[in-house]
Every structure is written in structure tokens, then in C-alpha cells.
């Protein structure tokens, strides 16, 4: 058993459940390894430059990723996007993209969610600051008009800010001379400001997700969207953005999943009417 899997154990049977089954636990404890799981999906990862070209089972167009960023990171994010179960999933049946949505996909990294989901909804914007994530979203997407790529960062309030640039870990840092500068903006901003009918929220912002959803307020109100958005980074994020989206819309409906290994919070957090 390994040290992930027994903290798990702990925090479900002395602390916080988060509404995990005792299925959903033995399937946590006796699934495959990420490696394993991320091969029964990956067809073949061919270097070409800077770039990885991915292909997919199942899929005709392939997906960039940086040459330079390691290769687990992508398996990663492959076991996350592809198996439902997995609790790091960005929809459940609640929040499920239809054809009608206008989609944005806040932190989109290396944009496997975009990559799987942009036929099934009307538009979808995606949002990333990392450079090198922005070459490679620029190449998976050059050919697809219903995506459009805005490289930035998001928080409550407009400005600039630090990023460190580590694959899918990027994050906003504060002090830290090397990191790049990138802009900050809102969602209100892009969105609201501009009549910009966002029906769902995707959001993976390493631990920035409660700032990006306060510059959101009035977009959620006007719009009501659907939210998926990680809760793990920081303990109390799951119940800062319960509680915010209640105050805005008090219709939501709420639904955490999961147990993160280092600090017992949920995983993720689903938002819907």
C-alpha cells in the first residue's frame, strides 16, 4: 500500500469523508497505477522540436505538449481527463457539457479538457499564462474556430504578477525574481463586461481558484454557470467557495468529491441549478 493511499485511508476513517463511498475507496485502493492507466489511452508521444506531438486511442487530431516538461506530468493529467471515476474529473452528471455551452477553460495548461470536450459545446475559450503552454495550445488548437486562446492570468482585480513556470504545476508566485511577469485579469472583465454568455467554468488555478471566482461575481450572478472547479491546493477552499457561490446564487447546488492525500480536503468542487 502506498503512503498516498494509507493517508488517504486515514483522513476517510478519522476525519473527512467528503461524501466518499466505501466503493469509491476500495476502487481508489486497488486501481492501477497513473502510468498504467495513462497507457491504455496514449498512443504513441513523438518529440517534433519544442513540442511533443500526442496522439490519443481514438483520436485522429493530436495534442502539443512542451518537449521540456516531463512526460508523468502528462500522464497526469490523461488519467484525470479521461477516466470519470477519477476524482479530479472536471464534469459529473450534474455539470456535463451540452452543445448549447460557452466554455472557459481557466488554467488550461497543456488543454486535454479543450481537446476532449470542443465538439461537444458551442465555444470555448481557454485561459493560460505559461508561454510555453500558450505555443503548444496554439498548435493543437490552429485549426479550430470554436476555440480561442487568452494568455493571462486570473485573481479578483486586474494587474500584473509573477509565474513560475513548472508544467502542470505552474503557479502565481510572489517575490521570486526569475519568474515571468504576466497580467492579471478578471472574468468579469473578459466575459461579463462584454456580454459574453459563459454557461460552464473550468477551473484549475493551483490554488488562485477562490481569488479568479471573486473576480467572477458578476458573471455568475448574470449567468448562472456551471462550475467545476479544484478545491485540494488550499484546505479551506471547498468551504470559502461553497459558501461565495451560495451568497451569489443561492439556487446552487453543491457537490464535493474526494479526499486529497496531504490535507484531507475534497478534490473537487461541482456547482449547478
Known amino acids: 500500500m502506498t503512503p498516498t493511499r494509507l493517508k488517504v485511508l486515514r483522513y476517510f476513517l478519522f476525519k473527512n469523508r467528503n461524501h466518499v463511498s466505501v466503493s469509491e475507496l476500495r476502487k481508489f485502493f486497488f486501481d492501477a497505477s497513473y502510468h498504467t492507466k495513462a497507457d491504455r489511452f496514449i498512443k504513441s508521444n513523438e518529440r517534433i522540436g519544442e513540442l511533443n506531438r500526442v496522439y490519443f486511442k481514438g483520436y485522429d487530431e493530436p495534442l502539443y505538449y ?3 516538461f516531463p512526460v508523468k506530468s502528462l500522464e497526469q493529467v490523461a488519467v484525470e481527463s ?3 471515476e477519477n476524482w479530479h474529473y472536471y464534469e459529473v452528471p450534474e455539470t456535463r457539457i451540452n452543445e448549447s ?3 472557459v477553460d481557466c488554467g488550461a495548461a ?3 479538457f479543450t481537446f ?3 465538439m461537444r459545446c458551442k465555444e470555448i475559450f481557454l485561459i493560460e499564462p505559461v508561454k510555453k503552454f500558450c505555443r503548444s495550445l496554439q498548435k493543437t ?3 479550430n474556430i470554436r476555440v480561442k486562446i487568452i494568455p493571462v492570468a486570473l485573481s479578483e482585480k486586474e494587474g500584473f504578477a509573477n509565474i513560475s513556470e513548472h508544467d502542470i504545476s505552474s503557479s502565481l508566485t510572489v517575490g521570486d525574481q526569475s519568474a515571468e511577469s504576466v497580467t492579471v485579469t478578471t472574468l468579469d472583465k473578459l466575459f461579463y463586461e462584454k456580454n459574453i454568455p459563459i454557461s460552464y467554468i473550468k477551473m484549475d488555478l493551483e490554488g488562485f481558484d477562490y481569488e479568479a471566482l471573486l473576480g467572477a461575481a458578476e458573471l455568475i450572478k448574470k449567468n448562472k454557470p456551471k462550475i467545476a472547479v479544484t478545491t485540494y491546493h488550499k484546505f479551506e477552499h471547498a468551504e470559502q467557495i461553497s459558501n ?3 451568497s451569489i446564487v443561492p439556487a446552487y447546488n453543491i457537490k464535493v468529491k474526494g479526499i486529497y492525500q496531504e490535507t484531507g480536503s475534497p478534490v ?3 456547482a449547478w441549478i
Request: aromatic share 16%.
Open 141 to 143: 488548437f490552429e485549426n
Open 268 to 270: 473537487m468542487l461541482h
Open 101 to 103: 455551452d460557452v466554455v
Open 110 to 112: 497543456e488543454g486535454l
Open 244 to 246: 461565495y457561490l451560495k
Open 66 to 68: 512542451p518537449s521540456d
Open 82 to 84: 479521461f477516466y470519470p
Open 116 to 118: 476532449l470536450v470542443k
